[in-house]
């Protein structure tokens, strides 16, 4: 991207750093995601499918295929860094904070050589790696609930990693839920009877794993975990996190004004995603402008 391109009052909605394939809980295969980000005119894409890097050669080949830039990403599930407020939750209309906060990490090829990508691929497999384990423990669970879940049965339903929404795909087979806004209010969301925490590492860990490999990390939809945003921004720069997904489809006007301002104030980069998990959920990739002066220019080149 020229300089000239670059100034203070430049925002661009060419980017989106923040989807999901059926590598993870994405509903299209990878292919089909980049035609979606390019019919909607994103140039700039990242494909971060949940603590897997399963995508990116795929990712990367359809890129080229539909005139994408493809920076490899990935989203880690992390510790929470601080305690939720009811207050803060209150002040968004939230109403259930979620048990992990999100990471996304960022490899692009102006940062990051192959060797190093191949040591952060071991550093994140055992994290990944714990969701079969997991998903047999949600399914012994299910049974205990006199559920007829058949491990194999949810297994069968994903194309790389297993999570919850194959198994509320299970559920809702067997008749045990609606959908899967059912299945995730009755059974599998944070909190419920079938959801299984797993160890994760903390957002310094992950960060600190993710810098030693040459990468950067933005933490993902701040706005979900109920924390008042200088309190959220300050422990983002405490634990050495690059950026922030400040612009993202959960977050009204308001929220990423406040958040902007914040994070700037501090020296934090901010980051657009669209979080895009599949037509059938009602989303859409790409549209999410970002001022280019406040993503770290890894990204943008
Ligand atoms: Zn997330
Ligand atoms: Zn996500």
Not at 232 to 241: H, I, K, M, N, R
């Amino acid at each position: 991207m020229e300089d000239d391109e670059m100034s203070e009052h430049m925002w661009s909605d060419a980017f989106d750093l923040h989807s999901h394939s059926t590598n993870s809980d994405g509903e299209h295969p990878v292919e089909r995601v980049a035609e979606l980000m390019a019919t909607e005119g994103v140039k700039h894409w990242s494909l971060t499918d949940h603590d897997t890097i399963a995508g990116w050669e795929e990712a990367a080949l359809a890129a080229q295929q539909f005139g994408l830039k493809f920076i490899p990403g990935v989203e880690i599930t992390c510790e929470p860094s601080l305690p939720v407020s009811e207050v803060e939750m209150d002040r968004w209309g939230r109403d259930r904070a979620p048990t992990s906060w999100h990471l996304l990490a960022y490899f692009p090829s102006s940062l990051v050589n192959d060797e190093q990508r191949q040591a952060f691929a071991q550093w994140l497999a055992p994290l990944g790696e714990s969701r079969g384990p997991r998903m047999a423990k949600m399914v012994e669970l299910a049974q205990h609930h006199g559920m007829d879940i058949d491990l194999q049965a949810v297994l069968d339903r994903a194309d790389g990693s297993v999570g919850r929404p194959h198994l509320a795909d299970e559920l809702i087979a067997q008749g045990y839920a609606e959908n899967r806004q059912d299945a995730f209010d009755q059974w599998l969301g944070d909190g419920r009877p079938l959801a299984i925490v797993r160890s994760k590492p903390s957002i310094r860990e992950a960060a600190k794993a993710v810098h030693e490999c040459g990468g950067i990390v933005s933490l993902a939809h701040p706005i979900y975990y109920g924390v008042p945003i200088n309190q959220l921004t300050a422990s983002c720069q405490e634990d050495g996190v690059d950026a922030i997904e400040c612009f993202h489809r959960s977050h009204p006007d308001s929220y990423r004004h406040e958040l902007m301002i914040s994070a700037r104030t501090l020296g934090l980069g901010l980051t657009a995603g669209s979080d895009f998990h599949g037509l059938s959920y009602e989303q859409t990739p790409g549209h999410m402008p970002v001022p280019l002066v406040d993503m770290p220019s890894s990204l943008t080149q």
